[in-house]
């Protein structure tokens, strides 16, 4: 027997083997000692790895419950526009804006609705962003006419963009009337690529709102000619769209020179505005006319 104290307690079994492990070589028990350690290493490691996936795991559960939890819906959605919209308008908008019940407020996609809502014809932009607690804001800016356009027998509102954005309503007989003499429609919310509308269109918002309200409609032939119908009844013909600005400045001088043309003058040709040309009413003096 070895003379070294045993532990108190030790079974008989753990004392034989205890001296069994004193009785073997030094470089024996060490190579025992160091198969060990690297066996509670391997043991310890694989604690840990277990205890990280069970955390990812419960991380997961818990965003999981964030963004499926009904208490984290969609409660509300507002929106404001700029503009007036008519009732199918306004009820297409709310279709958009509609969410599908329950909707998560942080996995909704805003993106997808705000494309949804440029679609729409009547729609110059639109931003939506998310509100507290829980709600949806959307902010529409609504196209605004600039003239009305006639094309293929129906009259379309167009804005300063060129946009059709709906048929012509009665309230708008007041703006600018544009006559294209073509079979062509226009389709709301595809911007307008016909380069004599689009020449018109920026010269309406840039000039002088006087001589717009002179005119009674504006005709546009299918070769690209170009006639004012004033209200006074005096037809004013511009040709091709040439210098267009300023036979718009000569039609403007010629209205604050003379208010009064109409009872001179039935027509006016300006397509070369260096040698304009006129059409005299009946019964007036070719010699007077000269003499003023």
Known sequence: MPDYPYPPRWSDHARRKWDHILEEPLHTRRFRQGTLARQQRAIRRARRLVLLVLCLVLVMECIVAVFTSPWFRVRQVTWRATGLLLEHEATAVEEVLRFRSPASWFLVSLGDRTRALHALPFVRSARMQRGVPFSIDAQIQVRIPLVIVRAGNRNYEVDADGVPIRQARPARRHLPFIELQRGEELQPGRPLADPVVTSLIQLARSNEPSLWLRIAKI?????????????????IDLGNTEELARKFRLVQMIYEREPGISQRLRAINLSNPDWPACVVRRGVSVAADAGE
Do not use: A, I, S
Not at 222 to 230: E, I
């Open 219 to 235: 005709e546009v032939d299918p070769q690209d000619n170009l006639c004012l119908n004033m209200l006074d009844g005096v037809r």
